[in-house]
Each structure stands twice: as C-alpha cells, then as structure tokens.
C-alpha cells in the first residue's frame, strides 16, 4: 500500500481543559511541516506506510506540549472500517488484531510483561487486566505521556458509528465500574480522545490497582478506532496528566505493590524475531543488560518528561561536532528527531545520505556504526535501525533520524526507539532520573 508524496502540515498537540493537579503551561500559537514520502515495504516489514505518517505526527505531538504550541492545522487522517460490534465479530476481530502484532513471549521477571510489537516496530503494547470480572485489554505503552485510558462501551467514532473493534468498558462490562462527571479530554497530533474520569480495578503484571482513576473515551478519533490497541498507559510523571492523577506506576508505588516508581523497558526489535520485548514495574531486569555499563542521569524537563543530558553524536566514531544537547526518552515515537543542524552534520558522515530539503535517506544496505552518547557513555544504533523504511529507490531508505525542532533554541533532541532498541531505558519517579545500559 503507497501513498503519494505530500507534505502535511502537522497539527501539534493541545491537551484542552486541563484539569486540577495538572502542571500549567505557557501556551503561543505555532505549526511545524514535516514530509512524507511514499515508502515501499521493505521485506515484508513494513505493514502499513501510514504507519510512517502516524509516527511523524506522534512525534510532533511532543514537541508541541513541550513547547507549548497550539494547533496549526489538520492533519490528513485514515477513515478506518467500523463494523458492527456484535460478540462473535468482537471477538474475531480481536484475535485478528492480535495475530497481527507480534507477540512478546512471557517474561520471567517480577512485576514485568511482554511487550508486543506493533506494525514495524511502530509501538509496543502490554496486556493488562480492567473490570470486574477482569478482561484483556492492550495498552500502547508510552514514556512520552502520562495519561491512561480506554474506550467507553458507548463510544462513538468522529465522523460517525462505532470506535471500531476493540475491548470496551463500562457498566455492562464491569460490576466495579464507577463514572465521574469529571471530564477529561486529550487532543494529539493525528486525532484525539474525550470523555470522563473513571474507577476500577486494574490488574497490572498480577498487582492489582483497585478503584483507580483513569479516563474512559466516549469520542475516538478515526486514529484510535482503528488501531491494534485499545488504549494507551502515560508513563511519564504526573506532572504531564491531563487527567490529573498519579500514573498507574505512581499509584502501584504508593499503595506498597512495587517498592519504588520506577519503569524499565527492553524494546524488541521485529526483524531480530527474539520476541524479548520487556515492560518491568519497580525496578531493572538485569537478565536484560551489562550492568557495568548502567548509566544514570538526573531528569532535566521541568513539566514531566523524561529528559536526559546528551553528550554528542558520532558515525563510525568521527564526532559529529555538536554538544551540550538533551534528550527527551519517549517509547511512543518510533524515530529520533533533532535539531536541523545536528541532523544535517550527523548525516554528512554517513556514506550516501542525502537530504532533499525534506526528508533524510540513507542506504538501505547501511553499515556503519552510529551512535548516541549520554554520560560518557556511547551506544551505538544497529543499521537497521537508521535505515528505517524503504523509499522509492532500491537502496534509498527514509531515515530514522530526522528533523524537527522540539525547542526553540535548538538544544533538545526527540529520542524514540530508533534508539531506544538499542539500550535498556529505565525511569525512577521518586529519584527523578533516568538510566541506560548496553542490551546483552
């Protein structure tokens, strides 16, 4: 499936109504462009090219509540089929949509799951237990926000019907289940999601968060209808919450389930079929990393998210002449994004890189070694990682690290898993800091 080459105009994240507990934000108006071109699949990885738009806009989403911009435009979006949501088509549909990822295998550390994977390596969801009595439901797990919500059974699509085929919840669902009148919406930049603040019993990894408050949607954009998952879990600090609550790891914390705040991730990689991924609750999974090579940083962002200093970048270990940068760790962006002209030396030393004033292309057959450094310590990003998706040439693949300004004065990079695969990432709430370690 291709989509011709266009350049849509990004529409950044505005969270409407923010409600009590929520840090405030200094908002002025302002839109960021970015490119898509048409991509190929490349050996059957790449499951959807619009994929590749959705990760673009995501990452803009960030930027814009970093920097307080508001809506610019809208963002050319994907009508996705809604059909009837009897029991037995439910039910096929899900089992459908699980087929689809691919699924983690079950993890041997405590208070840990697996973490699937979505399309080509585009997200990363967990399984966790709502409602009484107690239903699957998969979570986009997501470092970048600090919100955690589903879909209401009453939900309707934006342009009509239902929110497509996923686990809903509800009073029907749910004997434990207690509304609010308290109402909660979230805007991004491919879509959005409205509704109310709700109760109920979570089972996350076995430990159960009884009455918790969270958000049900009764409004889903046609971005959210027809994704592989039925909700997403905000794993930044609450600072961030739109719904102006402790996030789930905040509250397992607090009520003695987990000894400390803290969230650990092994992202798998699809092309590498280990199925490894890992989502640990209150603390690190040493099976997973060389821990004489455990860094630790202290959190820089002010408003939530999980920000580190970042030395520098290199390409086959020549630096790439930039210092002095940060980086904010989000799960939930499938590239990296930097400063225009951090991004343009990093690709000067890459062998057949080029930029069309657009979009940076590598070769797709790319073997040189680039690498990310934070506290003295380089690590490196496998190949296949910078050569992300193929583009309209046998050999030209879109890049993994692109262009975008996450601030205004051209100092903070937008780190997702293009790096991310390549490090075990670990977040401490309480110690407000954040660790990296070389994957074994």
Known sequence: ?????????????VFNGLLAGAAPINRQKGILTFPIRSLH??????????????????????AGKLTGRQNGASVV?????????????????????KRALQVANA???????????????SGYIATIQIGTPPRDFNILMDSGSSDLWVGSEICSGQKGG??????FLGLNSSSTFVN?????????????????????????????????????AQV????????DFDGLMGLAQSGLSNQGVPTPVESLALQGLISEAIVSYKISRGADKLNDGEISFGGLDSSKFDSSTLTTLPNLSPIGFWEAAMDGASVDGKDAGFNNRTAILDTGTSLAFGPR???IALHKLITGAAFDGQTFTVPCSLNQSVALSFGGRTFTIDPRDIAFAQANNNDVCVSGIQTGAVDDNGSTWLVGDTFLKNAYYSTDVNRNTISLAKLI
């Open 180 to 216: 609010t009148t308290d109402a909660w919406n979230i805007t991004y930049g491919t879509g959005f999601a409205a509704g109310f603040k709700v109760q109920d019993n979570i089972a996350i990894a076995g430990m159960s968060l009884n009455n918790h408050t969270f958000g049900i």
């Open 107 to 121: 993890p041997d550390a405590p208070n840990s799951l697996g973490l699937d994977i979505d399309g080509s390596d």
């Open 77 to 97: 979006g994907r009508d996705y089929p809604m059909g009837p949501r009897d029991t037995e088509t439910h039910a096929a549909s899900r089992i459908m949509r």
């Open 341 to 343: 002209n951090d991004v």
């Open 41 to 62: 699949r490349r050996s059957g990885d790449l499951s959807d090219p619009l994929y590749f738009k959705r990760t673009i806009n995501r990452a803009y989403h960030r």
């Open 162 to 167: 239902n929110c497509g085929q996923h686990t």
């Open 1 to 13: 499936m291709h989509f011709t080459s266009t350049c849509i105009i990004l529409a950044i994240t």
């Open 220 to 227: 889903e954009s046609s971005d959210f209808t027809g994704a």
